[in-house]
């Protein structure tokens, strides 16, 4: 494959799925989301599959989809599972031949445990991946984006840059400023982004991500 990009940033809830459907569209990329924890309302597979328009993007299994919506180790506690690197990374090793770009997204941010005794930080460095940050503006993600990338920095993750959700003051240059890390590309605030988004933010920074990445 030409490069994967393991999409993590300072939590929960901040845009990881939108921004990953976005950059699958952009680069068009497969994607894959090895562990998946909460499938009630549907995967974050089976959204990005319905948003994304490239007709060669490949959506990828998950290597676990687990019913719980709670941190993977809890939800594959409750169904007796040990969730294992070397199983994701086993799934990982059959997608990288090709010529196409894979987009990875990972579950909340860097500390998110998979087991008893690792996190999604340790996903990404036993994967080797490219990594793409996303921060959704707001009080009090300054402190929560820097101690990401502190944490990336001492690491020594290949950090690509930040993708931004939402606006907040003038955050995304601050961030910018003292992390060190580029700006990739900036979204706004959007309430229940559909297909057309995806492909209007996709082209919004197509360009940018080719000169950058």
């Known amino acids: 494959m030409k490069n994967s990009y393991f999409i993590t940033g300072t939590?929960?809830?901040?845009?990881?799925?939108?921004?990953s459907a976005i950059l699958t569209e952009a680069l068009e990329a497969d994607y894959w989301k090895p562990v998946q924890a909460?499938?009630?309302?549907?995967?974050?597979s089976d959204w990005v599959r319905a948003?994304?328009?490239?007709?060669?993007?490949?959506?990828?299994?998950?290597?676990?989809?687990?019913?719980?919506?709670?941190?993977?180790?809890?939800?594959?506690?409750?169904?007796?599972?040990?969730?294992?690197?070397?199983?994701?990374?086993a799934a990982y090793s059959t997608m990288a031949f090709g010529e196409k770009n894979l987009v990875i997204?990972?579950?909340?941010?860097?500390?998110?445990?998979?087991?008893?005794?690792?996190?999604?930080?340790?996903?990404?460095?036993?994967?080797?991946?490219r990594v793409i940050l996303v921060s959704k503006n707001y009080l009090g993600s300054i402190n929560h984006s820097l101690l990401t990338a502190h944490l990336c920095r001492?690491?020594?993750?290949?950090?690509?840059?930040?993708?931004?959700?939402?606006?907040?003051?003038?955050?995304?240059?601050?961030?910018?400023?003292w992390s060190g890390y580029p700006?990739?590309?900036?979204?706004?605030r959007l309430e229940n982004p559909g297909k057309e988004q995806v492909r209007e933010w996709a082209n919004h920074i197509k360009e940018d991500l080719k000169t950058l990445l």
Request: net charge negative.
């Open 183 to 188: 700006a990739l590309g900036s979204i706004p």
């Open 154 to 177: 001492q690491k020594r993750l290949r950090v690509a840059g930040w993708i931004f959700n939402d606006h907040f003051m003038d955050y995304e240059d601050e961030i910018v400023k």
């Open 51 to 89: 948003m994304v328009s490239h007709q060669q993007t490949v959506i990828h299994p998950e290597t676990y989809k687990l019913k719980l919506a709670a941190s993977p180790h809890i939800a594959a506690r409750e169904e007796g599972v040990d969730i294992s690197l070397e199983k994701i990374f």
């Open 38 to 44: 909460g499938y009630e309302n549907g995967t974050d």
């Open 105 to 129: 997204e990972g579950a909340g941010g860097l500390m998110v445990p998979l087991n008893d005794h690792e996190f999604v930080l340790d996903l990404i460095i036993k994967l080797n991946c």
């Open 11 to 19: 939590g929960t809830g901040i845009g990881k799925t939108f921004v």
